[in-house]
Each structure stands twice: as C-alpha cells, then as structure tokens.
C-alpha cells in the first residue's frame, strides 16, 4: 500500500476528483482518498511510479508527497480492498468541488476575490450594503484624480513657466459641468469593472444589504429591500473597506463639515476652505481646491506627510505655499464652532475662519458592525482586521482583505490580496509580498515612495547610505523649467543595495515602478547606474541619482553613461 500526503483540498468532492486520477494511473487497483485527512491509500501493482502518483494529483492542482503508513495498518487487509471497492462507486462531483464563499463587500479586493473564487469553482455570494464598487471607483482613486486633472488644467491656464511666450488666460471654472463630468466616467467605470460584471457571472449572487457574523460558518443579512436571510458559507471573505476617520474636537459633530466624500461630490467651489490633516487626501484635494479658486488654509498638527522623510514635507510644503495655499504646521484645532455659513477654528495661534471645513485625519477599518467576536476575528487597537501574509484571519475558514485589515490602504494592494485570499480559500497556498509597495500622492509636485526611508531602515537595524538628487540635475526637469523636487535613493550600506526610494517630482508617479522592479530585483546602486535610460525622460533620474554614489553628476555631459 502507497501513501500520499495531499495539500490543496478544500472538500471531499475533491477527493473524489483525486481518486479517479489515480486509479487512472497503470498499474493502480484503487486508492482511498480521504478530505479531512488530506491522504491517499493506493493500491498498486509492484513497480507502480511514485513520480506518476504525485504527477497525478498535481495535474489537478493539488500537492502530494510520500507519506509513511499509519503505524495501525495491516497492509493488504481486506478493510483496504473493501474501502479501494467502494470508493470506485462514487462520482464525480463535478469542477470547482462546489465549495460556497461569502465576500462581504464589493471593493476592490472583494471583487478580485469574487471573480477568482469562481474562476477556481466555487460558488460566491457577495454581500453589499452600499454602492456596488465600493470606495476607489464611487468616492476614492477615481473621482479625485479626475477633480485632480481638472484643476491642474486650470493652473496651467493661469499660470505656467512658458508664460513669456504664451500668453495666460485665467480660467472661468464652472464647477457644475466639471462635476457632470466626474460623475459620468464613475458611473461608467462602476457600470463596467463593477456592475456589469457581476451581472454576467452567473456563479456569483448579489445580496444587497448589511452582514453580520452569527459564528464562524454562517452570516446574517439585514436585507436592503426589508426582512433577513441567513448565509451560510464554507469559507468567508471580509472585504469591508474603510471610511473616514473623524477626529473627536469639541464642537465639530454639530457643523456641517466635510469629508473627501463630501469634497468630492459638492457642486460648490468655497471661497475660503481650512482643511485638517497632513497627508495623502488633505493634501490632495487642498491643492485641487486651491486651483479651482479656493483660498486654503492647511491645519497640521505636525509637519506635511510627517511620517515620510522630512525632504518630502519641505517640498511639497514650499510648493503649496508658492501657490499661495497656506500651510499652518504644528496646528490643531481644539474648538470648532459654526454660525452664520461661517466655521470658526480655535487654535494655539489664533482663530481661523472659513467657510466650509474639510476633514482629512485618516480613514477608519469598516468592522464595527461585522459581529467579528461571534466568529472570534480578531482586530487591532484601530478595528483593523489582523491577518497573515496568506490572508487568513485568527478564525479558521474566515480571510480578510484590503483597508478592513492592517495592510498598507491602496486599491492595488486590495485587489491582490483578494486575488490570493481567493486562492488559499480555495486550496492553494499564495502570499502576498508587500517589501516593496509603490506609493504615489497625486500632488504637483507628486511625491512617490517604496520600500525603505532612511529612519525606517534604522529602525530596522540596518545601516545605510544614501544620496539626494534635485532636479537641476535632471534633463528632462530642466527642458521643462520646473525643477521643484527632488530624486532620494537609499542603499543598505556595505553591500549598496537599493532598499529604498523617495521621489517628490512632477512626474513622480510615473518613476517610482522602475524603482520598486529595481528593489525586488535586489539591485545594487551601480547595476542601476549602468542601466541604460532614455533621454530625455524623468525616470533618467534615477540613473542619475544612483551615479551620485560614484561620480560628480554636474560633471557629466548629458546623457553620460
């Protein structure tokens, strides 16, 4: 009797699938396949391949090994032959093994997750209690970028360092139009990734409305249209989202504040606009808003991006304030008060008046109302989910993806972690490596950054060094007159290489993926400076950058290798 240790299961009609592979093998008379043991008993004739009973099972996608027999077996019994005799009796269950995932939400990760689970076999019900497509595409990445865009158009039609030769035109803004637009190319966009999808995948059943965990194998839907269903599941995914995070100042639940959902949906373009916080989403739409004709005024309790390398703060923060967006560093505000369509902020330097308020302190894990503890999901000290590298929560059969958990809040991340989360619910066994995640804030100058900061790299243990280009050095910065940034390479000292990159420049989102393939590539600073570049092209400055290590780059004629 052959054994095999078999990983990649998910249900006993897999087993069924792997027997008939099996006993498909010459020279095999049956074999017992067992899902909850995750083993196979093979009865062979001598000389049976081993090679050709682990090549069996991995041609289904499973992975088998050879295993010891069980200390108990009498080999050869008759138990053996009667279990061998009954197994041929069974069928086929057929593809997917009909394995049954919940996905809670419809984001980015829970899409991913969704469509991969199906594509595995499975059968999925998506649970959504608010607009299909979740944040990126209805109130995020998309209609920001958009209202980004628009206003750098209107910057440039004001204002531009070929002024001299072409001639301003300040720009009428018609807020209205550009917010028909906005919202024409999200219900687009949500109709076509998000929306039209679901509804041509027949293995996948939409609920709408709001769930919540009764243990850890079954749901409760409260029902959009009224009543309740339970659900139950095999495997479940939390793909809940995040939303933002307010701040408890006295007095500013009663006034009519605004969040970037409110921001970005408004019609209305304020005269004056005070903004709180420091990062990605302040900042953001603190300049879009200020080049669409808002007069802002940035509260931050520290610096700008004050948890980055303290280069990136000083130099967005010298460039908002050329654009004469006021930036108020360690200020907060401990009163907020409205009356009369007016806010008035009380702060350590005084009052600031505005009429309308943005909120931009972080954004909060969707979890609260999950009922996470009836299935023992365990959350961190902010409500995020904890999970591993695999996705998996604290509780067995139950993942977790995107801004619910405790990993990095981008959609891309998201959406690969709902990609392998749908994976190893259904057998596999995939990781997602996040040592070298790109980031990119939509700001002009855009600030770009991957895997290490100087301070991150020492807190780590590890020693460092490192070079600053700015970008009067770049070409391709110096054609277009605008030299505002700079180019940051970090190497792990001793062995030079590139662990780290930050990058705040015009075009910096568009470097910063030839920086992270040069991170996971492990290479060395030098490799990178003797890469070839095109010129004249912004990403050049990472070549430049990495022969600041060797040479003097204002030495060099252009486009020296």
């Known amino acids: 009797m052959t054994h095999l240790k078999i990983t990649g299961m998910t249900c006993d009609s897999c087993a069924v699938h792997v027997k008939d592979a099996l006993e498909k093998v010459p020279g095999v008379r049956s074999a017992v396949v067992s899902y909850p043991k995750g083993t196979a008993q093979i009865a062979a004739e001598p000389g049976t391949s081993p090679d050709a009973l682990t090549g069996a099972v991995a ?72 607009t299909i497509g979740g944040t990126c595409v209805n109130v995020g990445c998309v209609p920001s970028k958009i209202m980004i865009r628009a206003a750098h158009i209107a910057h440039l039609r004001r204002a531009s360092p070929f002024d001299g030769g072409i001639q301003a035109t300040p720009p009428a803004i018609l807020r209205e139009r550009l917010l028909a637009q906005q919202q024409g190319r999200v219900d687009e966009l949500r109709h076509a990734k998000y929306e039209g999808i679901l509804a041509s995948t027949p293995a996948i059943t939409v609920l709408r409305g709001e769930a919540c965990f009764q243990n850890g194998h079954t ?26 995070a307010v701040p408890p100042i006295p007095g500013l639940k009663d006034t009519p504040y605004w969040t970037s959902n409110e921001a970005l949906a ?38 700008l991006f004050f948890r980055e390398d303290p280069a990136i703060g000083e130099a967005v923060t010298a460039a908002f304030r050329v654009e004469d967006i006021t930036v108020l560093e360690h200020t907060q505000a401990s009163q907020v008060a409205y009356a009369n369509g007016e806010f008035v902020l009380t702060t350590g330097h005084g009052e600031i008046r505005a009429d309308q308020l943005l909120i931009a302190t972080g954004r909060a894990p969707n979890t609260r109302e999950l009922a996470l503890e009836a299935a023992g999901v365990t959350v961190n000290a902010q409500g995020a989910i904890v999970i591993d590298n695999g996705m998996r929560t604290t509780a067995q059969h139950i993942y977790a993806a ?69 970008l009067d050095n770049v070409p391709r910065a110096l054609a277009n007159f605008d030299t505002r940034g700079f180019i940051k390479l970090v190497a792990e000292a001793g062995s030079d290489r590139l662990i780290g990159v930050q990058a705040v420049a015009p075009e910096a989102g568009e470097l910063i993926q030839t920086a992270a393939l040069a991170i996971r590539a492990r290479m060395t600073v030098q490799e990178l400076a003797d890469h070839l570049f095109p010129y004249l092209t912004m990403v050049e400055g990472l070549k430049l950058a990495a022969q600041t290590f060797a040479k003097d780059v204002t030495q060099l004629s252009c486009c020296a290798g």
């Open 266 to 303: 408004s019609n209305i373009l304020p005269k004056r606009l005070a903004v709180i916080g420091s990062s990605v989403v302040a900042v953001e739409l603190a300049q879009a808003f200020a080049r669409l004709g808002s007069q802002v005024t940035i509260l931050a309790r520290s610096t």
């Open 402 to 470: 995107g801004d619910c958990t405790d990993q990095p809040q981008f959609v891309y991340v998201a959406a690969a972690a709902g990609t392998r989360a749908a994976i190893n619910m259904t057998g596999g066994d995939a990781a997602l490596d996040l040592s070298a995640v790109p980031a990119v804030v939509f700001t002009d100058p855009q600030v770009a950054t991957v895997g290490y900061s100087e301070a991150e790299a020492h807190h780590d243990g590890i020693e460092t060094d490192s070079r600053l280009l700015t």
């Open 59 to 130: 041609g289904l996608g499973y992975r088998a090994m050879l295993a010891e027999a069980p200390p108990a077996e009498k080999r050869g019994s008759l138990l053996d032959k009667a279990f061998g005799w009954l197994g041929r009796g069974e069928k086929s269950a057929g593809e997917g093994c009909g394995l049954r995932i919940a996905v809670i939400g419809s984001g980015g990760a829970a899409m991913a997750a969704a469509l991969k689970a199906v594509e595995q076999g499975a059968e999925v019900t998506l649970i959504e209690r608010g």
């Open 219 to 244: 749901l409760s839907v409260r029902l959009a249209e009224g009543g309740e269903r339970e659900v139950a599941f095999d495997r479940c995914l939390i793909a809940t989202g995040a939303s933002p």
